[in-house]
């Protein structure tokens, strides 16, 4: 089969997840759906989403997960074991996040619609 147009990451049981990716199938935009937290990831793909996006956008410091760690464990958002943390706590990563080509979004506001959108 053919590779899809871009990949969708995200969670099962995420609501803004699930709203992407009914409106991606209402746009009849082609997408792979990968969940992290069952999947996993890789750690060459976390260090490209930092290098595309940053960890202050890559990090959802909103997330359940980010609140209730303690303040110790936290993940300093410059530092060498951000990309372990994010392996260990795939929650932490800010989501749906979508991979087209060489770019790479989070979250699923106007803008990022925009840029789904096929040109």
């Not at 803004?16 to 992290?36: E, M, S, T």
Request: overall charge positive; glycine content about 6%; aromatic content about 8%.
């Amino acid at each position: 089969s053919a590779k899809p147009d871009m990949n969708v990451y995200g969670i099962n049981s995420c609501d803004q997840c699930r709203k992407a990716r009914k409106w991606l199938q209402q746009q009849a935009i082609d997408f792979g759906w990968i969940d992290v937290r069952e999947q996993g990831l890789q750690p060459e793909t976390v260090k490209r989403w930092l290098d595309r996006l940053g960890a202050e956008t890559l990090v959802n410091r909103r997330s359940a997960t980010w609140r209730m760690m303690p303040l110790d464990q936290r993940p300093t958002l410059h530092g060498a074991g951000l990309v372990d943390a994010l392996l260990a706590k795939p929650t932490l990563i800010k989501r749906p996040l979508f991979e087209r080509d060489t770019e790479v979004r989070a979250g699923f506001d106007e803008r990022v619609r925009q840029w789904l959108k096929p040109q």
